[in-house]
């Protein structure tokens, strides 16, 4: 086997400059004294679904809703670090840039980094990852995942955003009008039933747990429901565990299947009162010609064999 390896933790360093009274540069070492935070938070990137815009096209829950996970975040909020360079008047975003090959930016506003922005170190208690941002990320609670710089080592404190390749030729949403979503930047409310799914399909009549997951970058997942017949009817489907702002949140229902074919859905709402839209809701403010940010109620069908196939009501 061979080790390969881009950063060594001990030469790392994270620099921030721009409209700062005190430049920086944080060594691992450095990072770790200052008072850490850990918090759960799901990271799901915009492009989640991305391919089902126009047709359902995807046939498993892993390529419809896979771009998603969900787990503990450890590190220093972002405002601890900024409050230790000094932040000028004037400065109202932030450019992270990342270590990899394509040093990968993105602009980020100084209301997010003052917030609830952290740079992280560690993920469910051990080192991140190579593949998650080693040996520091940003993450942004919430936001498209693809604004959780990986491998993170320049933050440059700016009074406008900086208008890099993922805010402008990616990242944005081309509306029917030829306008564009910019710094879209906050996941909705979105939602999904995991079993049964196409990869979890029914096996035999009787009684079902039927589960799914709901979150929101906007806070608190309130309630889903859960419809068998396309969305005409709607059930309330309870909530499962712990409700955490900004995280993955189970639900379930107990069904008893006879045969029948299905048409299932959940649509969810969070503490804001926003609840997930239906596709024909979501295209006729978007459009057709999105990748990105599809949050709609999702629909399986479920035959009278058990299988499960991905579909889109019209
Ligand atoms: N430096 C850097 N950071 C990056 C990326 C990248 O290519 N380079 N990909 C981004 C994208 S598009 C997403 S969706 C998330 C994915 O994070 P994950 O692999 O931890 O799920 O990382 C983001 N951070
Ligand atoms: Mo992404």
Redesign the pocket.
């Given at each position: 086997m061979v080790e390969c390896r881009s950063l060594i933790p001990d030469e790392h360093r994270l620099i921030i400059h721009g409209m700062v009274d005190r430049p920086l540069i944080f060594t691992m070492d450095d990072l770790k004294r200052f008072p850490s935070v850990s918090e759960i938070r799901f990271?799901?990137?915009?492009?989640?679904g991305g391919m089902e815009w126009k047709a359902p096209q995807m046939e498993g829950l892993q390529f419809t809703h896979g771009?998603?996970?969900c787990c503990e975040w450890t590190g220093v909020r972002l405002s601890t670090l900024l409050a230790e360079v000094g932040v000028k008047p004037e400065g109202k975003w932030i450019l992270a840039?990342?270590?990899?090959g394509?040093?990968?930016?993105?602009s980020i506003p100084m209301d997010k980094a003052l917030d609830d922005a952290i740079v992280v170190y560690a993920?469910n208690g051990e080192a991140l990852r190579g593949?998650?941002?080693y040996p520091i990320?940003?993450m942004n609670p919430g936001w498209?995942?693809?604004?959780?710089?990986?491998?993170?080592r320049r933050l440059e404190v700016g009074d406008q955003p900086y208008y890099q390749r993922?805010e402008t030729s990616?990242?944005t949403d081309l509306l029917p009008d030829g306008r564009a979503r910019k710094f879209s930047f906050e996941q909705e409310c979105n939602s999904v039933i995991t079993s049964p799914c196409p990869e979890v399909p029914l096996k035999k009549k009787g009684w079902y747990e039927f589960e799914g997951i709901a979150w929101s970058g906007k806070g608190k997942i309130k309630g889903v429901d859960i419809s068998f017949d396309g969305g005409v009817t709607w059930r309330p489907a309870p909530i499962k565990g712990i409700v955490i702002e900004k995280c993955l949140t189970r639900f379930s229902y107990m069904y008893n299947w006879q045969g029948e074919p299905l048409l299932i859905q959940s649509r969810a709402w969070d503490e804001t009162g926003y609840v997930q839209p239906t596709f024909k809701q979501l295209r006729a403010i978007r459009g057709g010609n999105s990748i990105y940010h599809r949050n709609a109620i999702h629909t399986w069908k479920v035959h009278s064999d058990g299988s499960v196939q991905n579909a889109q009501l019209a």
């Open positions: 990271l799901e990137c915009p492009a989640n771009m998603l996970s840039e990342g270590a990899d394509a040093a990968m930016t993105r993920q593949e998650q941002g990320r940003l498209e995942g693809n604004t959780s710089i990986k491998w993170l993922e990616k990242y």
